[in-house]
């Protein structure tokens, strides 16, 4: 393949760059986007089939403006591609009235004014019977919340940006991003291709394409888990709720039954330490599975002990846990998004934005000060 030139490029295909394609073609600007895989693959983060998205962040209030525009993309997402990405059920979050998660999401709604209901032990319980909750556990349930499909999310960006103008080439394993004086020349398997702007969003790839990143990034194995359920109380159409707990063991979450594939359920702490993602462990580990099943039989009892699926993906973790959207230190031509830390992809319909913004030189609408690659240095 001979060299190609793009106003932009987009490196990774996932769910921050598919979204970044998609809002800088539809700007009517010459874009492509790479991948070394095809698109909505299996061997990263933007997989699984479900993601949560819920308003009341407990991470940090300075979310919530990202996730509310968020929430406004995917709507628009739906409407122009036809194809329903997100699902409303509500979620459930319980943990001790003195731990992480139920002041968190306290403070967040305090801060913006969102609309969430606390409930004690005794009163969740009794709203949902299908639920237990430990003696410490106090209970919020916010309505503004539920699922995204995860594929279709990356998919429809992708076809969204394809039908604007944009190119795509998978099967493009990159070998190294070089600032030129004249343009900024990235170097693939099969050939070169060269940009005056470049995104990165390679997720479990950054640390080894963007030396600045190099010590920052740590990436985890994080395997997910279906059981069969009985629909009649945790289903979807049943009025179950999404839910994530707070407890001794870790965090916890997942999401309604689906009709063929059962309730997921996954770890969202703790995690295995990945040192190549080509060669991640995507094999079933018993020992992981009856861990999640533990917690289904405290909080859930009620779900069957009878796997229906598995699969792994990763997260890519900054030392933090928040996320690091910056322009490269030694080249601002060239900006990116990375360690979402496993709670980012809720947040890439308003990521791909701002990285728009970012590399068009469009001043954002948001206070990105947390996000800044800056408050990592000692």
């Known amino acids: 393949m001979s060299k190609r030139h793009f106003d932009y490029l987009v490196l990774g295909l996932g769910g921050a760059g598919s979204a970044a394609l ?39 209030p300075s979310y919530v403006p990202l996730v509310q525009r ?37 403070a967040s709604a305090a801060e ?47 076809e969204l ?3 604007a103008g944009a190119e795509t080439f998978c099967d493009q394993s990159i070998t190294s991003i070089e600032s030129g004086s004249e343009a900024v020349r990235v170097n693939t398997t099969r050939g070169a291709f060269t940009a005056d702007r470049v995104v990165v969003t390679l997720g479990t790839w950054a640390r080894e394409l963007l030396p600045e990143l190099s010590q920052q990034l740590t990436v985890l194995r994080k395997p997910l888990h279906w059981f069969d359920a009985d629909e009649s109380q945790y289903s979807r159409k049943s009025g179950c709720p999404s839910f994530l707990f707070e407890t001794e063991a870790g965090h916890y979450y997942g999401f309604p039954a689906s ?15 990945v040192q190549d993602p080509l060669t991640v462990d995507r094999t079933l580990d018993l020992e992981e599975r009856d861990d ?80 800044q690659r800056s408050r990592l240095k000692n």
């Open 22 to 60: 998609y809002h800088l073609a539809r700007r009517g600007l010459h874009v492509a986007g790479l991948d070394r895989f095809p698109i909505a693959h299996d061997r990263g983060s933007s997989h699984g089939h479900t993601r949560l998205i819920r308003q009341s962040y407990f991470e940090h």
């Open 70 to 106: 968020a929430f406004e993309l995917w709507e628009q997402v739906s409407e122009d591609h036809g194809r329903d990405v997100y699902y409303e059920t509500g979620i459930i979050e319980a943990g001790p009235q003195e731990g992480e998660l139920v002041p968190g999401v306290l």
């Open 112 to 158: 913006h004014g969102l609309e969430v209901e606390h409930f004690t032990r005794e009163q969740a319980a009794q709203r949902w019977p299908q639920f237990s909750f430990a003696p410490e556990h106090s209970v919020v349930y916010e309505q503004r919340a539920g699922f995204l499909l995860v594929e279709q999310c990356v998919s429809a960006h992708v």
């Open 161 to 163: 940006a394809q039908w």
């Open 259 to 273: 009709d063929w594939r059962g309730l997921k359920v996954a770890r969202h702490t703790g995690g295995d330490l």
């Open 292 to 371: 999640v099943h533990r917690f289904l039989k405290k909080y859930l009892p009620c779900v069957t002990d009878t796997p229906t699926d598995h699969t792994v993906c990763m997260y890519t973790m900054s030392p933090d846990g928040h996320f690091i959207i910056d322009q490269c230190e030694d080249d601002p031509r060239i900006v990116y998004a990375a360690g979402l830390s496993g709670h980012g992809f809720k947040f890439t319909s308003a990521l791909g934005e701002v990285l728009a913004d970012m590399a068009t030189d469009t001043k954002s609408p948001f206070d990105l000060s947390l996000f």
